[in-house]
């Protein structure tokens, strides 16, 4: 049995979630039929909107559900045309990809967005409506930005924000309280998978100040308020639904007596270890760490051999080598940049599983310099 650590990527269902998933399965109806079953499943997706609305602090209304992030930052980032698009360098692909024509706010060595670098833009463009997004959890740090004072900042200017909250669901409490209409945040995203529900379903949640901005790219049936047609995924939202319920419990917290001691065993064993905002407010369960000189692909294939599952850069981006942009936004060289692994927890271990776990981290650690030391050796002679 291998070790989970790769939770940013995907938390593993709650049993709870799971059943929910099995139960609703075995309805028939349509939940835009108005008979009896139509009806029983309209329920049920209008109950889990409901408990994502509570988990945040927001009216149901203000709840699209999507096929996950990815489609809610597209949603999102589609309201963005014709203005000019603001976005942080350290943004999920999903935003990214979307404006190449953006201008990317930069992020300190901690990987903190800059409030004055972000000032400095507002000024440079006030002529022009402009289309803010910045994430509110970083997903291969950990680092939490600074929302409120972009928002304070952004007041000042004729601005649109969207907030990738993806990673910061059941990290750090978000409530929006019943002042999310006069709130600064015009679209918020949010994943399911990262919460303990299933994949393949999110939500964009959006100001109705706002909604004239959103723009359908499915189209085809009025569900979602006409913002996005298809017959919902009902099984997966009622799945999300109950993960949305356990938010505020999810015993991530837990994890950050855990991640600390496993950062400071590595920084002791491996003298070649670097923690990657290691001084920024961080999330309790998100570890970045390089291993200077060692490749992170070799290095994850063998704890995967090994029996822990973390990862290399952004889940999304494995399987293509690319070194990770948030670390080069945060000024790392390449020798960085090839060297990060994550590791993210989910809850308390205890000390032996991590004591156990770093001393075979630094096991591969000295046998992957070796390797690599004899290799440069066979080719210099
Ligand atoms: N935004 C962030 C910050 C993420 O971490 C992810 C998932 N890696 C996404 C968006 C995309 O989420 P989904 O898998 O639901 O499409």
Do not use: W
């Not at 991640?259 to 590595?266: H, S």
Request: charged share 20%; net charge negative.
């Amino acid at each position: 049995m291998s070790l989970y650590l790769d939770y940013n990527a995907s938390a593993p269902i709650l049993k709870d979630s799971a059943d929910a998933v099995i139960d609703c399965l075995k309805n028939v109806g349509n939940p835009s039929s108005v008979h009896r079953s139509g009806r029983k499943v309209k329920a049920i997706i209008e109950n889990s909107r409901q408990k994502i609305a509570s988990m945040i602090g927001i009216s149901s209304n203000n709840i699209i559900f999507t096929s996950g992030a990815t489609e809610a930052n597209f949603l999102a980032m589609n309201a963005s045309n014709n203005m000019r698009a603001i976005l942080s360098s350290i943004e999920h692909p999903s935003v990214l990809s979307q404006r190449n024509d953006a201008l990317l706010i930069p992020v300190d060595k901690s990987g903190v967005v800059s409030l004055d670098q972000l000032e400095k833009i507002l000024y440079n463009n006030q002529s022009e409506q402009m289309f803010i997004s910045v994430m509110l959890v970083n997903n291969e740090t950990g680092v939490i930005q600074p929302i409120e004072e972009i928002i304070s900042i952004s007041k000042k200017y004729n601005t649109i924000i969207h907030v990738d909250a993806v990673q910061a669901i059941g990290r750090i409490p978000i409530n929006m309280n019943e002042s999310f209409e006069e709130s600064k945040i015009d679209f918020m995203t949010i994943s399911s998978h990262k919460i303990g529900g299933p994949k393949g379903v999110g939500c964009l949640i959006y100001k109705k100040n706002s909604e004239h901005l959103l723009l359908p790219y499915i189209k085809g049936g009025g569900q979602e308020h006409g913002k996005r047609a298809g017959t919902e995924a009902v099984e997966l939202i009622a799945g999300f639904g109950v993960a949305a319920d356990y938010s505020s419990n999810f015993y991530i917290n837990e994890s950050k007596k855990s991640r600390d001691l496993l950062e400071e065993l590595c920084l002791k064993s491996c003298p070649n270890a670097l923690i990657i905002g290691y001084n920024a407010p961080r999330v309790s369960n998100t570890s970045s760490i390089a291993f200077e000189g060692v490749e992170a692909e070799n290095m994850v294939i063998a704890l995967d051999l090994a029996g822990y599952e973390v990862s290399s850069g952004s889940a999304c981006s494995s399987g293509k080598v690319s070194p990770s942009h948030v670390l080069r936004a945060m000024g790392y060289p390449d020798s960085v940049l090839n060297s990060s692994i994550r590791i993210s927890l989910c809850s308390y271990l205890e000390e032996d599983i991590i004591k156990k776990f770093v001393e075979k981290i630094s096991k591969i650690v000295v046998n992957l310099e070796s390797i690599k030391e004899s290799i440069n050796a066979s080719c210099i002679s």
